[in-house]
């Protein structure tokens, strides 16, 4: 059982920066996922276990930052020139066992955090 707990949320201004961290009880292969009210659980960015391979939305791409610390099993979510469609509740995953194959859909993961809210505001 890996236990996730992440932190970093708040409320910025568009063009704002936050970073979200998530903190799991052992290595993985991690990813970030958002929901906004009304809408499907949607994939924003993903890092195998070693931290040599990250997955992006294209929506997030070039603005979003997925990396790890390892020694503190610790992955972040450097987000910069947030807009406001970017609002959401972020929840932090991670899927069973040392895998490096990408995985973008939330049934692929095993084990989720109880998320942070990020509202970015006009």
């Known amino acids: 059982q890996v236990q996730l707990v992440e932190s970093g949320g708040g409320l910025v201004q568009a063009g704002g920066s936050l970073r979200l961290s998530c903190v799991a009880s052992?290595?993985?292969?991690m990813g970030w996922f958002r929901q906004a009210p009304g809408k499907e659980r949607e994939f924003v960015a993903a890092?195998?276990?070693?931290?040599?391979?990250?997955y992006y939305a294209d929506s997030v791409k070039g603005r979003f930052t997925i990396s790890r610390e390892n020694a503190k099993n610790t992955v972040y979510l450097q987000m910069n020139s947030l807009k406001p469609e970017d609002t959401a509740g972020y929840y932090c995953?991670?899927?069973?066992?040392?895998?490096?194959?990408?995985?973008?859909?939330?049934?692929?993961?095993?084990?989720w955090g109880q998320g942070t809210q990020v509202t970015v505001s006009t």
């Open positions: 052992e290595r993985a292969f």
């Open positions: 995953a991670a899927v069973r066992g040392l895998t490096s194959r990408a995985r973008y859909s939330p049934d692929e993961y095993d084990y």
């Open positions: 890092i195998n276990w070693s931290g040599g391979s990250t």
